[in-house]
């Protein structure tokens, strides 16, 4: 067995792959950039080199120095976790070359795989079906008209050299595929430095079903069941679960069978996974494989009980695979959410900045893969992949409470995470239903709508902790004031019933709070619903509480400032403004914040680096008009015109980073637009 591994990654895998060296007796050693320098694969590595400045291309990259690094530290085995250089092939063989291990399939497996187009003649010749397409680089526009007609519309246009969404665009009709087929091009040769596109049919609400494999060098190769990951954003992941529902023991029994042969004509050997899109009518087709260890992995872990990393690292060591196919043992079901720094209502742009406080959920059959922690900076410079976090159950119901329990106690301060939009998702019904397919969000949640009109139930349970909170905060202060003792110790003595109106978007709910704080048991009445509440261990600074209703327990998290108190419970989101009812009777005479809108200038959505600025300044700009283009955690998009009206000042330019709500462009005072727009032309 190697006696230390250099883990080539940052982030929760970095983080994660540690853990099991250190299981096994292996010395992590872990590399970063300078941006990096106090994160946590950092500290709990046991050696950690710093690899140049923060742009991946100097660092997690940068495949001489990271080969160099690990013979000069006398590790003998690299593991490239996911992302980076996990599918680079030359690096694999640099790393062999070096006489080092490398912790993934062999260079030759990798690319023969690592190219769509290739790996599906590859999947075709053997057997497997693949989606009905044109798998070779489309020549020019003339070709495409020809090659969709014959595959039939929809179609999707995609990068050979893609991965993790980028640059795939649906075309649904003849005269958006020029466009699109230039966009295509455009965004794959910036993201992959490669311009071959091809064509296949899209498969409409389809789901994405993928199959783990395993394989050593002793031509062993079995599978670890199916997962299906249908639920996605921008064709990426967001949450994932095994087994799946669309499944059953037939087609699993093909798909595997399939996924295997698979491996074993490639010459694959290590973790790898085929993607497969099942389409509505049962038909399955060949995706990709994904020759690395996935994301969604411990899920996988969670029913088999076993250990990927450490199965990776044992055959890169030359063991032979510890089981047969028929020793795997499933058992229940695990489900996963990804935790990204990404703004669900704005469109799941990247988000950044300073981690201020950070809480994790914790508890039986409950997993949090994470890479950050109070004091971790979120910089544009790589993924936004934060943390996941993973729960079992004996079956999916149970697995998936589970999941909103752990979600309801998972509590990240200073930048703006999807964890609520995630929780929101696995609460929605068509979820709880399994009825699941790749356009699940688009259909459920489009735009900003993921904050749906919630469950009343769910509210009133918010309700009760605002109000419970809000009221111990209150009664603590009397109390303090009165004696001029420390805020510390007992919850004063409730004498009568405490009435409270508590205001919820349209809702106005009567509160009223009785029963007997010292053995913490409480009887509460929310506009008439009653309900019986214990509070266990009550922490009225906390930002999270446990709330124990109607005997079962429920995790809230809470933000508060005077009467306002945000809630977040099961993916709602909810502003709880606390009176007394004479309160009550004044608030419309009370002021209020409004949000100050300005329309002279144009406000940066999203921190990130421009990367072109496509107007003068004295230009004339339409509504809409794409002013300038920002890159920004490996994502490109485009920033439009607020308004209609005048370039007056342009404050920045290319190559320069800049922050949200930095302002990027003046305009002139806007004139009466139909008079404007005329003289513009
Ligand atoms: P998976 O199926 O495991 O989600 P993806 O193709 O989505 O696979 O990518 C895996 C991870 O690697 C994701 O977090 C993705 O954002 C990241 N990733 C993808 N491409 C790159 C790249 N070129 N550089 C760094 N990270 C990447
Ligand atoms: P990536 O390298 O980005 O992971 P994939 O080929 O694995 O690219 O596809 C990613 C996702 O895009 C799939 O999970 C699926 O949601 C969608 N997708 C890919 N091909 C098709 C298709 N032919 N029809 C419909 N959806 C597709
Ligand atoms: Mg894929």
């Avoid at 790898?272 to 994904?290: C, Q, R, S």
Wanted: charged share 25%; net charge negative; hydrophobic share 40%.
């Amino acid at each position: 067995m190697f006696g230390s591994v250099l883990i080539a990654n940052r982030g929760e895998i970095a983080v994660r792959i540690m853990k099991t060296c250190q299981k096994m007796g292996i010395k992590a050693v872990t590399i970063f950039s300078e941006i990096d320098v106090r994160s946590r694969h950092v500290q709990e590595a046991d050696d950690a080199i710093c690899i140049d400045g923060s742009r991946p291309a100097d660092s997690y990259l940068n495949a001489e120095r990271i080969v160099e690094t690990a013979l000069n530290r006398g590790c003998e085995a690299i593991h490239p976790g996911y992302g980076f250089l996990s599918e680079n092939a030359h690096f694999a063989e640099m790393i062999t070359n070096a006489g080092l291990a490398f912790i993934g399939p062999p260079a030759s497996a990798m690319r023969l795989l690592g190219d769509k187009m290739e790996s599906k003649a590859l999947a075709a010749r053997g057997g497997v079906p693949v989606v009905p397409g044109h798998h070779q680089p489309i020549l020019g526009i003339e070709e495409a008209y020809a090659l969709a007609d014959a595959i039939g519309w929809p179609i999707l246009l995609k990068p050979a050299a893609g991965g993790g969404g980028r640059g795939m665009r649906i075309v649904m009709t003849k005269d958006e595929l020029a466009s699109a087929l230039s966009a295509a091009r455009d965004e794959t040769r910036k993201a992959f430095a490669d311009d071959r596109i091809f064509m296949e049919r899209y498969i409409e609400n389809p789901r994405h079903i993928e199959i783990q494999i395993i394989a050593d060098m002793h031509g062993n190769v079995i599978h670890l069941g199916e997962r299906e990951c249908s639920i996605q954003r921008r064709y990426q992941k967001i949450i994932e679960e095994t087994p799946s529902l669309a499944v059953d023991a037939t087609l699993r029994s093909k798909m595997t069978e399939v996924a295997c042969n698979l491996a074993r004509e490639a010459g694959y050997s290590n973790a790898g996974t085929v993607e497969f899109i099942l389409g509505p009518d049962g038909a399955f087709y060949f995706l990709e494989m994904n020759a690395r260890l996935q994301v969604e992995h411990p899920i996988t872990e969670m029913v088999t009980n076993l250990d990927l990393v450490e199965l990776q690292i044992r055959i890169a060591a030359g063991e032979p695979l510890p089981m047969q196919q028929k020793q795997v043992a499933f058992k229940g079901w695990a489900i996963e959410a990804r935790v990204c720094a990404e703004d669900p209502s704005k469109g799941f742009v990247p988000t950044t900045g300073m981690v201020t406080r950070y809480a994790l959920p914790s508890g039986e059959n409950i997993r949090v893969d994470s890479g950050i922690q109070a004091g971790s900076a979120i910089t544009i410079y790589y993924d936004s992949l934060l943390a996941k976090v993973a729960a079992w159950g004996t079956n999916r119901e149970e697995a998936r409470t589970t999941l909103v329990k752990a979600l309801n106690g998972y509590h990240i301060e200073g930048i703006t995470t999807n964890v609520d939009f995630v929780n929101a998702v696995i609460n929605h019904p068509a979820f709880v239903n399994g009825n699941l397919s790749t356009r699940f969000i688009d259909e459920h949640f489009s735009g900003s709508e993921f904050d749906r009109e919630p469950n009343l139930e769910h509210l009133r349970y918010m309700t009760i902790a605002s109000v419970l909170v809000y009221h111990f905060r209150q009664s603590l202060m009397k109390e303090s004031l009165k004696h001029m003792r420390p805020l510390v110790g007992g919850i004063p003595a409730l004498k009568e019933s405490h009435d409270y109106v508590v205001n919820v978007g349209d809702h106005v709910f009567p509160v009223r709070l009785g029963g007997d704080p010292q053995t913490h048991n409480w009887n509460v009445t929310v506009d008439g619903h009653e309900y019986d509440v214990i509070t266990p261990e009550f922490e009225y600074y906390r930002r999270r509480l446990v709330l124990r209703i109607d005997g079962s327990s429920h995790m809230f998290r809470l933000q508060y400032d005077e009467n306002h108190i945000k809630a977040f419970f099961c993916g709602i989101v909810r502003l709880f403004e606390i009176y007394t009812p004479a309160e009550w009777k004044l608030a419309p005479y009370m002021l209020r914040n409004r949000e100050e809108i300005t329309e002279n200038e144009l406000k940066c959505p999203m921190p990130g680096l421009v990367t072109a600025v496509n107007v003068n300044e004295g230009d004339y700009v339409r509504k809409g008009q794409e002013l300038i283009r920002l890159e920004s955690m490996k994502m490109e998009s485009s920033v439009a015109s607020p308004c209609e009206g005048t370039v007056e000042r342009i404050l920045v330019s290319p190559g320069q980073t800049v922050d949200t709500d930095e302002v990027l462009i003046l305009f002139g005072t806007p004139a009466s637009p139909a008079g404007r727009s005329e003289e513009a032309r």
